[in-house]
């Protein structure tokens, strides 16, 4: 079975079907997090009171970056039920915590009301936000991947990142149309909350589109054999350090670039460079789009020449050019702005398309979704998790104002640097289960597949 299902993926329209469930709850779950940063100012005010607004807007930031603390957590808890359970199921758990929690968010008094309660139960509705996360991007990447004809895995798993990106131009348009609605003090008031509340409905539609799937067939091989790991978490640690290292490095290049354009960008542009906050949403929102329609283009690139290439020029890219991106981004013009924003997005979706299906591909199938969750979300909360809050810091020194994009140079240069060496060609491996457990099925060279 497992030979028919990597070299043929799932019949077409189920395929079909299986894409627009992972792709709206996908969209859902980035949704919810792109506008907390989009709205970091009016939920400072309300949340984090003081006379510096500065201060106001590190605070929120932080808890913003609280959130990917909780995504480790999230990553061994979900990615573990996505092993043992099937991939559906912890799809439909991560939607439903995501939805949930953020409209709750939605409905928080402020700290003018409850006091310090106000920040405290923002916090955990963050962990909440950051543990769902920690299980989405994988298990939506595992979910498409193992359904995807194996000369499509990259193109097809571009829809994670390409969802990613528009539901940060979505969010950024819902703040320009809230901004140009609304009066500033009603925005601060309880404008700031309407796109919070519009993430149940969406959450409804994404896990409806969900639980009318079936699991994947590689999951349904396993469990037919009594394939199931038992303890996917112990299995990892004592097999696969090698990939969970890879995916660490990968996703600490691909998620701090993503939320560099998803939450800091906008706070850059408006606190930085003074640009009208009109006019920087315009600019986000363009970029996005931009960046998004990059995706599937280098997810094809990656199929027809190889993801390690493809990887490596885009974290080779962010390195040499995230700081000059930012002067562009830093002159004020908004059209200069989108080019900066473009050039960073440019590199940033050939390192991120990539790093999608390689996530998957380095792991044997039945620990595949506890191994991608536990590296890319460790390299998510302890590198890039800090960085919208890093930035900031960084531009308030007042040190220049191509300085908030040399946390994300360093990083890039050092883990691609790092990933030169070590990072395997996967373009070629069979994902189904392979007869011998082990690190053996991850190791295979581009050129083989795994006996199946």
């Known amino acids: ?36 940063g989009f709205f970091a100012t009016a939920i400072g005010a309300n949340f984090f009171p003081s006379s510096s607004p500065t201060a106001s807007l590190l605070s929120t930031l932080a808890v913003y970056g609280v959130a990917f603390l909780m995504r480790p957590v999230g990553g061994f808890v979900i990615g573990a039920i996505g092993d043992r359970r099937g991939r559906r199921f912890a799809l439909m758990l991560s939607v439903v915590l995501m939805g949930l929690a953020t409209a709750l968010i939605a409905l928080l008094p402020p700290f003018a009301a409850i006091g310090v309660a106000a920040p405290v139960l923002l916090v955990l509705l963050r962990c909440v936000q950051g543990f769902s ?11 498409l991947v193992e359904s995807a004809p194996s000369n499509r895995r990259g193109v097809t798993a571009s829809v994670i990142p390409m969802t990613a990106a528009l539901a940060v131009a979505v969010g950024a348009g819902s703040a320009l149309l809230i901004q140009s609605t609304v009066a500033p003090e009603d925005i601060v008031g309880w404008g700031w909350r309407i796109p919070f509340l519009a993430a149940f409905p969406l959450t409804l ?44 490095a990968l996703s600490a290049i691909t998620v ?40 599937p283009v280098m997810g094809a690139l990656s199929d ?13 890219g962010l390195a040499l050019f995230a700081v000059p991106a930012f002067l562009l981004m830093a002159t004020g013009n908004p059209v200069v702005a989108v080019l900066g924003l473009v050039l960073f997005g440019l590199f940033e979706a050939m390192h991120n398309s990539t790093t999608t299906v ?20 460790l390299g998510a909360a302890l590198i890039a998790g800090p960085g919208p809050l890093i930035a900031a810091a960084l531009a308030a020194a007042g040190a220049g104002v191509g300085l908030p994009a040399v ?22 491996r069979d994902l189904g289960p392979s007869e011998q457990r082990g690190p053996i099925a991850a190791s295979a060279p581009d050129n083989a597949t795994t006996r199946s």
């Open 304 to 316: 027809r020449v190889g993801r390690r290439p493809v990887s490596l020029i885009g974290g080779a």
């Open 205 to 248: 539609v994404g896990l409806y589109l969900r639980m009318k799937l079936e699991d994947t067939e590689v999951f349904q091989a396993l469990k037919a054999r009594g394939d199931i790991a038992d303890a996917p978490i112990r299995e990892v640690g004592r097999s696969q350090g090698r990939s969970v290292a890879i995916s660490f």
């Open 358 to 377: 390689m996530l998957i591909e380095l792991f044997p199938a039945h620990m595949r979704s506890t191994g991608s969750a536990i590296g890319y979300n």
């Open 256 to 295: 701090l670039g993503f939320y560099y354009i998803a939450t800091y960008v906008t706070t850059f542009l408006t606190v930085t460079v003074k640009m009208d906050r009109f006019a920087a949403l315009v600019v986000v929102a363009v970029g996005a789009l931009l960046y998004a329609a990059l995706c």
């Open 1 to 36: 079975m497992s030979a028919s299902v990597t070299r043929t993926g799932t019949a077409g329209p189920d395929r079909r079907r299986r894409l627009v469930a992972a792709a709206v709850g996908n969209f859902m779950e980035w949704f919810d997090f792109a506008i907390y």
């Open 407 to 428: 946390y994300m140079a360093g990083v890039a240069l050092v883990c691609t640097i790092v990933l030169w060496r070590v990072l395997p060609e996967t373009r070629r």
């Open 133 to 143: 996360a920690g299980g989405e991007w994988t298990g939506s990447a595992a979910f």
